[in-house]
């Protein structure tokens, strides 16, 4: 599996102006160990119109909790999140790729967060889901909370971890915000502030190594198309009739979405917990994974 100081990060062509990356085409299935590579079921699907990687644990297995359907950050892939998903062995878990990143290919047409969510409901229904807690993280998060509202006879709980209500957010960093428009100097300085989290917060594991380890970059087009998905969408005034118990995590010091943004979620959301992670930054699910897993199972059960 390829760590974080093996990527070549310098990628000509990105940038909201630049040209796609050429079609990367699909590597083989792997598996594997926990925090190694891959032992989740993964397959292509293609659900209206998309064709989607799809990795999935322990989902033929019983379980008194549902499993857990969760969205991903901007730009990141499955491999990011796999230690978080394997960790969590009593419950099934499932994601996917979105398109252009990871391994799933570039979208032909752009998509909303209404529309992913349908796209996320036709992936439960092919593996014959019927409720799932939802859980995204940071862009993901932004879906998790539309598809809550769009699906919520699907829905148990929902886990919102380092995300905001949209376009009514409270900025961040103005620095890392401009840096948002070139996925190349965004993820690159990212990668970089937590991964040095990772090694030098006692708190931390190789199970968060290798999580941040294992992110690689998106498509030039599947970025651009993640930041265009959001454009105009807010949940802000839909949240007060979100009806689910609801956690909210956010870090300390995340310079990208500052912890007032997880304070406005848990104002609107009724009955919405709030969990902070102190002295942590963007990506607290991966470099603080202890306390991370710790409060899921409290509040999924």
């Known amino acids: 599996m390829m760590r974080f100081g093996d990527l070549d990060l310098r990628l000509p062509g990105w940038g909201v102006l630049g040209s796609a990356m050429k079609d990367r085409g699909r590597r083989p299935t792997l598996s594997g160990e926990p925090g190694g590579p891959l032992s989740a079921d993964v397959s292509f699907e293609s659900i209206g119109g998309l064709d989607l990687r799809v990795a999935r644990w322990r989902l033929d297995k019983p379980s008194e909790h549902p499993p857990v359907?969760?969205?991903?950050?901007?730009?990141?892939?499955?491999?990011?999140?796999?230690?978080?998903?394997?960790?969590?062995?009593?419950?099934?878990?499932?994601?996917?790729?979105?398109?252009?990143?990871?391994?799933?290919?570039?979208?032909?047409?752009?998509?909303?967060?209404?529309?992913?969510?349908?796209?996320?409901?036709?992936?439960?229904e092919r593996f014959g889901l019927d409720e799932v807690d939802v859980m995204g993280m940071s862009w993901g998060g932004t879906i998790a909370q539309q598809f809550a509202l769009q699906h919520g006879s699907r829905v148990r709980r929902v886990v919102l971890a380092a995300t905001t209500p949209g376009m009514m957010m409270i900025p961040g960093d103005p620095k890392m915000l401009a840096q948002m428009a070139d996925p190349y100097s965004a993820i690159n300085e990212m990668l970089m502030r937590e991964y040095m989290s990772a090694m030098e917060n006692a708190d931390e594991s190789r199970l968060a190594r290798n999580s941040v380890g294992n992110i690689s970059p998106p498509s030039a087009t599947g970025y651009f198309y993640q930041l265009l998905a959001l454009a105009g969408w807010t949940s802000l005034p839909a949240l007060p009739f979100l009806d689910k118990p609801v956690l909210v995590m956010m870090g300390e010091n995340d310079p990208i979405v500052p912890l007032s943004n997880g304070q406005l979620l848990a104002g609107a959301i009724p009955g919405a917990r709030l969990e902070v992670f102190a002295d942590a930054g963007h990506l607290f699910l991966m470099t603080h994974p202890e306390k991370s897993l710790r409060l899921l199972r409290e509040f999924l059960g």
């Open 69 to 124: 359907l969760f969205f991903n950050g901007i730009g990141a892939n499955i491999e990011a999140v796999a230690p978080l998903a394997e960790a969590l062995e009593e419950r099934g878990f499932i994601m996917f790729d979105m398109p252009g990143t990871g391994e799933s290919p570039d979208p032909v047409f752009p998509y909303t967060p209404s529309t992913m969510s349908w796209t996320a409901r036709g992936i439960l």
